[in-house]
């Protein structure tokens, strides 16, 4: 059974930061494409940042560019959303998720349950 299980989210302030962490189990990071999304109230949810690790490549949003930084350890199928500068914008519930194969970051076959992040002004 896959699952994963977000930690790690919280208040604070403007321009302070926040670390994500996802356990992840019942699949291998090696064959799928790992990522972070988000939803705030009322908008779409949005991919933030993703890993195909087959690839070796990282992708991110623009609106969280050279702000957030997302790592994995694959030993540990553990994944990792690093914010800094955060902004009021990011406030969002944040979701780990994983797709088979190469993904674009747009959709996911798995997802966690969800953290909030909220960034007060």
């Known amino acids: 059974e896959v699952q994963l299980v977000e930690s790690g989210g919280g208040l604070v302030q403007t321009g302070g930061s926040l670390r994500l962490s996802c356990a992840a189990s019942?699949?291998?990071?090696?064959?799928?494409?790992i990522g972070w999304f988000r939803q705030a109230p009322g908008s779409e949810r949005e991919g933030v940042s993703c890993?195909?690790?087959?690839?070796?490549?990282?992708y991110y949003a623009d609106s969280v560019e050279g702000r957030f930084t997302m790592s994995s350890n694959n030993a540990k199928n553990t994944m990792y959303l690093q914010m800094n500068s955060l902004k009021p914008e990011d406030t969002a519930v944040y979701y780990c998720?994983?797709?088979?194969?190469?993904?674009?970051?747009?959709?996911?076959?798995?997802w966690g349950q969800g953290t909030q992040v909220t960034v007060s002004s």
């Open positions: 890993i195909t690790s087959s690839y070796g490549s990282t």
């Open positions: 019942g699949f291998t990071f090696d064959d799928y494409t």
């Open positions: 998720a994983a797709e088979r194969g190469i993904g674009s970051c747009d959709e996911a076959d798995y």
